[in-house]
């Protein structure tokens, strides 16, 4: 059974970058679609971003489009999250998804009996 493991998390001040990784030691991330969740204090787990099987598609949330890029690096069986332009609504621990069910294109259920692993979560912290 896959597990995924988050890192890269930190404190960055409104405005900065940070960069997340999803990583899957001994087995192919590649036969799995990505997806990132997020959950702030008090609220619900939220749709952040998705890759395809081979990375060649992928879906964002509004609140994040053209400010986060999902990637792959299949030789280090690796998949990022590069968060750019960050604001502080997007402080939250960030999950990591493996899911074995088919491409939609659009909006992930974190809540999906297609997920077959999550990670243990990262800490992203934006101070304005």
């Known amino acids: 059974q896959v597990q995924v493991v988050e890192s890269g998390g930190g404190l960055v001040q409104a405005g900065g970058s940070l960069r997340l990784s999803c990583a899957a030691p001994?087995?192919?991330?590649?036969?799995?679609?990505i997806e990132w969740f997020r959950q702030a204090p008090g609220k619900e787990r939220e749709f952040v971003a998705a890759?395809?099987?081979?990375?060649?598609?992928?879906s964002y949330s509004d609140s994040v489009k053209d400010r986060f890029t999902i990637s792959r690096d299949a030789l280090k069986n690796t998949v990022y999250l590069q968060m750019d332009s960050l604001k502080p609504e997007d402080t939250a621990v960030y999950y990591c998804?493996?899911?074995?069910?088919?491409?939609?294109?659009?909006?992930?259920?974190?809540?999906?009996?297609?997920?077959?692993?999550w990670g243990q979560g990262t800490q992203v912290t934006v101070s304005s």
């Open positions: 001994g087995r192919a991330l590649a036969v799995y679609i």
């Open positions: 998804a493996a899911d074995d069910g088919p491409w939609s294109g659009g909006w992930y259920d974190p809540a999906s009996t297609t997920i077959v692993s």
């Open positions: 890759s395809s099987r081979m990375g060649g598609r992928t």
